[in-house]
């Protein structure tokens, strides 16, 4: 089987609206409102600068099989900003493929040749031990800060 990793285009939103539905069930047992969900995707698509999507298209079917969005968060100290992975997505039957490693490459070469980026972080449930050894086999380590929230909504 051949994968190409690519920057997402709007016509890949609703497989990846299934994505992140799936992803919330298998995670946290949340069924989120594909509406919102729809809205939330097609966001970053008309304000640039908001997120950005990457996919994993499987190339004989032309089928999207994985995902990641990225987010920045400004650092003074670095003096640059740092790419934070989310929502992170692999459907099952193409698992242990090494398609979370490709994407991962594909956004460390992009900032390995930036002047603007200074690093890649994610977050991991902590429960979710296979993704915490998936992370690390390409080579990113644990940090010693705690995520902490408030949010207006319910989760």
Do not use: C
């Amino acid at each position: 089987m051949s994968y190409k990793v690519r920057q997402a285009v709007r016509g890949d939103v609703e497989a990846m609206i299934r994505m992140q539905a799936d992803m919330a069930w298998e995670t946290e047992k949340l069924k989120l409102d594909e509406d919102t969900l729809r809205r939330g995707m097609n966001i970053p698509f008309d304000r640039p600068g908001v997120a950005d999507y990457y996919v994993v298209e499987e190339t004989e079917e032309k089928r999207i099989v994985a995902m990641l969005m990225t987010t920045q968060e400004w650092s003074d100290w670095r003096a640059g900003a740092v790419m934070w992975i989310q929502s992170v997505y692999v459907v099952p039957e193409h698992r242990r493929r090494g398609l979370f490693r490709r994407m991962y490459e594909h956004l460390r070469k992009l900032v390995e040749e930036s002047d603007y980026y200074e690093g890649i972080r994610l977050y991991v449930e902590t429960e979710n031990k296979n993704a915490q050894a998936t992370y690390r086999s390409v080579g990113m380590e644990v940090e010693h800060y705690h995520m902490m929230k408030w949010m207006k909504g319910h989760f």
